[in-house]
Each structure stands twice: as structure tokens, then as C-alpha cells.
């Protein structure tokens, strides 16, 4: 069973950075986390959850929504099962709780996801 844990959320200030880290294990058969789509999602109360950057296990042209273009970027490192999310200049309309995810992305954010982290809360407040 695949297991997703998300770290590095915190309460940050207005234009601060931060990293996001999920680490993947329990993929069956000796596969890594090269052989799956992945991406990164946020919810807000009241809210649906929101696809802010994902990537196909071939990692080409992840795709971010406008409100976090150029400020996102989804990264992985499939020798450490680990995915990360670097957030830049970050916002108060960032705060939200963060889950990461993998399994089959269809297109954009799309896609086939049974397995979530339990999430990690980011607050952008001054």
C-alpha cells in the first residue's frame, strides 16, 4: 500500500519562500515514484481541493494554474521516493492544507488519485 507523508508547512509572512517534502513508499513491485504521476493539491474550508502543480511520470511541462505560475515548482527525486514543492513569494490566498498524491494524471491537475498524504497546513499571514 502506498503511503505519502507531507512536511515543511508552516505560518510564514507575505513574499517568504517555502519547501514542501512528500515522502512515497509501499510502491508494489519495486517501482518508484518515476512510474507514476504526482502531484500537489490544497484545500481550503468550504473549498475543493485545488490541483497547483502536477507532473506525468515522464515529468514533462508539469502543469501550475495561473495563481501559482511562476511562483510554484514541483520537483522530485525518484532515488529518494521524495517530491518536493517549492513555493516562492508566497501569498495570503496560499493558506491552505497541502496534500501530495501520485497515481495516473490524465492532463493538468486531472487524473486517477488513490493515494494522499495526510497534509500539511501553510499560513501566509503578516
Known amino acids: 500500500q502506498v503511503q505519502l507523508m507531507e512536511s515543511g508547512g508552516g505560518l510564514v509572512h507575505p513574499g517568504d519562500s517555502l519547501r514542501l517534502t512528500c515522502t512515497a513508499s509501499?510502491?508494489?513491485?519495486?517501482?518508484?515514484?518515476?512510474?507514476?504521476?504526482a502531484g500537489w493539491f490544497r484545500q481550503v474550508p468550504g473549498k475543493e481541493r485545488e490541483g497547483i502543480a502536477c507532473m506525468s511520470e515522464g515529468d514533462d511541462q508539469p502543469y501550475y494554474p495561473a495563481s501559482v505560475k511562476g511562483r510554484f515548482t514541483i520537483s522530485r527525486d525518484s532515488a529518494k521516493n521524495t517530491m518536493y514543492l517549492q513555493m516562492n513569494n508566497l501569498k495570503p490566498e496560499d493558506t491552505a492544507i497541502y496534500y501530495c498524491t501520485v497515481g495516473n494524471l490524465y492532463r493538468h491537475c486531472e487524473g486517477d488519485f488513490r493515494n494522499w498524504g495526510q497534509g500539511t497546513q501553510v499560513t501566509v499571514s503578516s
Open positions: 509501499g510502491f508494489p513491485g519495486g517501482l518508484t515514484l518515476n512510474y507514476y504521476g
